[in-house]
């Protein structure tokens, strides 16, 4: 699940960006929950790619939907 991520990250943010970019990875647990934060300095979206993206996490698209909740399983 990670892999993607950071890969997303890479390709989509640093990679364009002029100079160093940096890609950050945090996990602990809360609870019985593991809680994963991937942040990088890279170029950005605009509001109509984060509008999507919201869309696409609050379960609208099946494959993100099982993606984020696989630890029900």
Do not use: C, F
Not at 25 to 46: F, K, P, R, Y
Not at 48 to 61: R, T, V
């Amino acid at each position: 699940i990670l892999q993607p991520i950071v890969e997303n990250a890479y390709v989509h943010g640093i990679k364009p960006r002029k100079g160093d970019g940096n890609i950050s990875i945090e996990a602990g647990i809360e609870g019985t929950d593991l809680e994963i934060s991937v942040m990088d300095n890279g170029v950005g979206m605009d509001k109509e790619e984060l509008k999507k993206i919201d869309e696409l996490l609050k379960g609208n698209a099946p494959g993100i939907k099982n993606e984020y909740n696989w630890q029900s399983i």
